[in-house]
């Protein structure tokens, strides 16, 4: 459009020029006066259309400047633009944002007291582009880690710097590097126990049919750890990306702990541990029988593992309502956990101090699967430490609404 007008008074203006000198020399104007007011006329209808292309010009830079704006302030990345002396001349919300910036309006770089902010300065006004990764401590957040790209532009001399937060990429990261060492680690034993009595058996051990028996069980046995151990690597990954089949039906969960309870009894017997659960008759929730079950499973092999083995040993399983949930808890007298593993104990493979001193085995995947499990199906899970002794593992679960 701005094209256009400017075309359009060009033709204008040139058209008039040359009706008026056209008119100078037939003679149409009988005396200077009549000229000077027409050349006065001519000038004043010149100034308006350029005062007025002017003005609509303005009017859309100004509008691709907003719509500029309103693009970076949507930018998940921090954009700030400074001159070569350090003087910010935009930053958009998401810089803020990282920064926990209220305003940078009329400051410099060096008035933010950021020192690798600084230091990026420095270094592009010295070689122009610029990467840096760096850690800052936020007043109310945790430790961010971030990524800045600063760069001197060539067009305007401005400096642009672009900042990305990426703790969680580095998060994710860690967790890799985590998940193959603590896979490793549990692969370790078995496939080492595995090895050496497939060797003694090579070895003659087999001819003995006392030995080979003996031999032959722990294969076995280790064999089921690490098939035990794929199954919930399976489990784990068709529940992160939502492959895993859930059938929510009205259901009353007293009927499957009394269930996972029952299945429970030689296990818990053998170690002379009592598992004491009293049903109430309470709503129904909306939930996948299946899914409860193996959650409940889980809490309970969890419980009756830690529980020492005596005549005192005891798992309560207490099921109450709190609001528009079902909260089942299962509480053990085990080693217990403390207050900075509670936040932990429900990723893949983590397993406290006191637990790997224990030298109980596990694979450290079946709370991770109880907390995903839980999580799919619109509830909460949570872990407490008992007053004396032992932990409170507890879940909850919608309830239905017919």
């Given at each position: 459009m701005f094209s256009f007008l400017r075309i359009f008074s060009v033709f204008l203006i040139s058209f008039i020029s040359f009706f008026?000198?056209?008119s100078y020399f037939d003679g149409a104007y009988s005396s200077n006066l009549e000229i000077s007011i027409t050349i006065i006329l001519f000038s004043l209808f010149s100034s308006l259309v350029v005062w007025r292309i002017s003005r609509i010009r303005i009017k859309l830079i100004a509008k691709q400047t907003d719509s500029f704006g309103s693009v970076l302030d949507n930018l998940g990345e921090g954009v700030l633009l400074a001159s070569t002396s350090g003087d910010i001349t935009y930053a958009n919300e998401s810089m803020l944002k990282i920064f926990e910036l209220k305003s940078v309006k009329n400051k410099n770089i060096n008035d933010l007291k950021i020192n690798a902010l600084k230091n990026m300065f420095k270094?592009?006004?010295?070689?122009?582009?610029f990467q840096y990764?760096?850690?800052?401590?936020?007043e109310s957040s945790n430790p961010k880690w971030l990524l800045g790209s600063i760069n001197r532009s060539k067009t305007t001399n401005e400096i642009i710097l672009v900042i990305n937060d990426v703790t969680e990429l580095r998060a994710n990261a860690s967790m890799r590097r985590d998940f193959i060492s603590n896979l490793s680690h549990e692969l370790r034993t078995p496939v080492s126990v595995i090895s050496a009595n497939a060797e003694t058996l090579m070895n003659g051990a087999i001819d003995n049919k006392k030995d080979a028996k003996t031999f032959s069980k722990a294969i076995l046995h280790n064999a089921e750890r690490i098939s035990g151990l794929v199954s919930d690597l399976?489990?784990?990954?068709?529940?992160?990306y939502g492959e895993i089949h859930l059938d929510l039906t009205e259901l009353n969960v007293?009927?499957?702990?009394?269930?996972?309870?029952?299945?429970h009894y030689s296990s818990?017997?053998?170690k002379g541990i009592n598992i004491n659960f009293i049903e109430k008759n309470l709503p129904n929730v909306l939930a996948d029988e299946a899914a409860v079950e193996r959650i409940m499973t889980n809490l309970l092999d969890n419980a009756i593992k830690y529980t020492k083995a005596n005549d005192e040993g005891e798992v309560e399983i207490e099921v109450k309502k709190e609001k528009d949930f079902i909260k089942v808890l299962v509480k053990d007298l085990g080693i217990g956990i403390q207050s900075s593993d509670q936040g932990q104990v429900f990723k893949r493979f983590y397993r406290t101090p006191d637990a790997r001193?224990?030298?109980?085995?596990?694979?450290?995947?079946?709370?991770?699967?109880?907390?995903?499990?839980?999580?799919?199906?619109?509830?909460?899970?949570?872990?407490?430490?008992r007053r004396n002794k032992g932990s409170i593992f507890w879940f909850t679960l919608p309830i239905y609404n017919s």
């Open positions: 008026l000198i056209q270094n592009a006004l010295k070689d122009g582009l990764e760096f850690q800052i401590q936020g399976i489990d784990l990954s068709r529940i992160d007293c009927d499957v702990v009394s269930v996972v309870k029952d299945s818990a017997k053998r001193a224990s030298q109980k085995t596990g694979s450290g995947l079946g709370l991770a699967i109880v907390k995903n499990l839980t999580i799919s199906l619109g509830g909460q899970v949570g872990v407490m430490k």
